[in-house]
């Protein structure tokens, strides 16, 4: 049995063992909050087990720079800086857990320190054309608002300030991995 | 200021409204003298907020009760100017001694943000000529999502909106003053994403300010120094981070036509990137076993990017063969990344 989300998906109920050995290939759009993980309990008629499973988003991530500028959480973004931006209010501090490709050996821990890329925008302007409210989409559908919206040139869903896009290997704007949590 | 303050403001609500606010109002006064006696423009924006709002604070500061010194509240010939929040919105209100008091303006945004670090929240100064003062406020619903540079006519009479028709959008912006001839607002694009490196430039017209684009050229010329200067920084900075602000220097360079800049720039950062004391290696994310490992790996893929954006740079130039030489040793680097 899975834990729900609010994107609600079909995951698979029961798995079939051939000698002791079942396999089954879920797919996750979306957790509760800022969860890092989703439950998961497996039961047979001798035991119970309650498992959990990191729930990692891929999506496009931006340089942010902008060194000199106020964050939304009341920083001032420094040369080098080590935090992201996720397009929604209200996560100030939370850890986010970066990978530049799957498997990459190193991971990048950082916090949530900044609103955006893209969303939420108040108003369409000739900086951001995109309008819209906060756009939590690891609740929802796994898959930013900008990723599928032509306001948006560049489809990301996260920022990532200039030291930490630089510890992640990354020289443009590229697809990365990323979870809630340390 | 002490004359602005003997004056009390009330607004035209009901009777009993008047009084529950007085009350409110000498209650928060006497609290805000308690805690701020000296910062008189922060009491006194705090006397006049509204009673269901916050001061529109710079954000991640105490809310209502511990006024910042960011200076969110402004004092003006003609009164005291402040933001303030009320249910997620911001309002710009002005308190007159001269006027009726005029209906709050809405902002855009949830946060007022400054133009630069140094910057006051509000910014009143002459923007066109003569002694008329305009009022600048920017907001922002992010850093990365973008801001917004609010603009009103006359500071000393009633808010009158000077951009016509909303603010003007940006990822920053800069105040280009020069003297006897007032300020020009110069809004930039996000030059981390080489699809929105822009500029835009704003004048004055006596009334308002109009998007003229006047002298964008030099802007984006200026920006792409201030990028390229940043890039070929002796000041030793993560491999990458030279990089990609190169990659975006470069193109920009070539945008313009202007590959010998493009060519000097990659042939500096080149130099740079031989010495591996102007570069920093990979901390937060790498085993300190593997640290010189990778930053190895992150010089040899640097270089490669240089190389490869010499290559386009000497083909912008009309030089194919130097080209050539550049497009296979960033191939020679990181095949991966770049073929022969």
Redesign the interface.
Known sequence: MWEGAPGGETLPGTVTLNQGVGTVNPTLNALNGTNQTRYYIVSSTFATDTNRINVWFQVVGTQEGLVGSTTACGGTIQPNDHFVALPATGLCGVSVNLRATAGAPAPVVTTVQDVGPWFPHSSATSGNPCVGGSNPYWNTTGVPQAAGNPCSSNGAGIDIADGTFSDLGLTGTGTILWRFGQ | MRDFLSRRYIGGQPLAGRIAGLLCAILIAICSAKLYGADDVQAEALRHLPLDAVLAR????PSRGLVPSESVAYETPAGLLFVYKRAGALFLRQISQRSKPAPDVPL????V??M??MANGIIVRTIGRGNVHQVIVMT?????????LNAFEDASGPLVDATRG???????FRLDCVPEAGCRVV?Y?????I??CWV?TYDWTGVALIETDTDAARYTLSRTEELANTSKSSDP?????R??DT?VAVAKYLDQHLPLAAIQLCKDVLQLLNDPSRS?K??????ES?QDE?FTE?LR??TA?IHNLLGKSYEASGSPIQADTEFRLAAELDPLSFRK
């Open positions: 710079l954000p991640g500061l855009l945004g949830g946060f943000a400054r630069d670090p922002s619903d992010g850093a990365s999502a973008g801001s917004y909303g603010p003007i959008g940006g990822s920053s809004a694009g996000k030059w981390t994403d699809t929105n835009r900075m993560p491999v990458f981070l990089a990609a990659s920093i990979r901390t937060a994310a790498t085993p593997f990778q992150d893929r640097g990017i």
